[in-house]
Antibody, heavy 117, light 107 residues
Framework: EVQLVESGGGLVQPGGSLRLSCSASGFAFSSYAMNWVRQAPGKGLEYVSAITNIGGITHYADSVKGRFTISRDNSKNTLDLQMSSLRVDDTALYYC??????????WGQGTRVTVSP | DIQMTQSPSSLSASVGDRVTITCRASQSISTNLNWYQQKPGKAPKLLIFAASNLQSGVPSRFRGSGSATECTLTISSLQPEDFATYYCQQTYNSPWTFGQGTKVEVK
């Protein structure tokens, strides 16, 4: 059974940092590109960041560029998102997703990040 | 970035109704269009990929069609478990972008 389990969310003040992690199991993690997608409370889905299967190429939404860093460890089947200089509008549920056949095939259940004074 | 606009933003329907949701792209995206269903408190679920291909396990009452700048999701006979929010997503250009969502509610 495929599982993506996010962790690391929490409450942080503006300007602070958090590191999100996603632990993957049940599929060949190293064969797939991975993304982070977020959903602000009551809002729609927003792409955040992407990384290729071996981690050689990364990409970021303009809204997080220069503040967030995506990385992966294929030996541990983990995906991370280091978030710094957090803003109130970064408040959201952050999903770890697997890219397969041009779609977001597998989703985790999300980890909640709240940025508030 | 390619802008995706869904219509309507919400709709009220009854069990057994035929429901159609439209997704328009700000430029041609060929058939690089996916549809997701999201229920409250749950992660989105892939329904249709490449505009018209039904994901394994998805009931055949869901149908995707269209190409270029306009795609549609049709639910032929709405079932109680179909009340949810639906999102389109273009994967023609990076960054992959979503429509704002269409909430299907009970009439």
């Amino acid at each position: 059974e495929v599982q993506l389990v996010e962790s690391g969310g929490g409450l942080v003040q503006p300007g602070g940092s958090l590191r999100l992690s996603c632990s993957a199991s049940g599929f060949a993690f190293s064969s797939y590109a991975m993304n982070w997608v977020r959903q602000a409370p009551g809002k729609g889905l927003e792409y955040v960041s992407a990384i290729t299967n071996i981690g050689g190429i990364t990409h970021y939404a303009d809204s997080v560029k220069g503040r967030f860093t995506i990385s992966r460890d294929n030996s541990k089947n983990t995906l991370d998102l280091q978030m710094s200089s957090l803003r109130v509008d970064d408040t959201a549920l952050y999903y770890c997703v697997t890219v397969y056949s041009g779609s977001y095939f597998y989703w985790g259940q999300g980890t909640r990040v709240t940025v508030s004074p | 970035d390619i802008q995706m606009t869904q219509s309507p933003s919400s709709l009220s329907a009854s069990v057994g109704d035929r429901v159609t949701i439209t997704c328009r792209a700000s430029q041609s995206i060929s058939t690089n269009l996916n549809w997701y269903q999201q229920k409250p408190g749950k992660a989105p679920k892939l329904l249709i990929f490449a505009a018209s291909n039904l994901q394994s396990g998805v009931p055949s009452r869901f149908r995707g069609s269209g190409s270029a700048t306009e795609c549609t999701l049709t639910i032929s006979s709405l079932q109680p478990e179909d009340f949810a929010t639906y999102y389109c997503q273009q994967t023609y250009n990076s960054p992959w972008t979503f429509g704002q969502g269409t909430k299907v509610e009970v009439k």
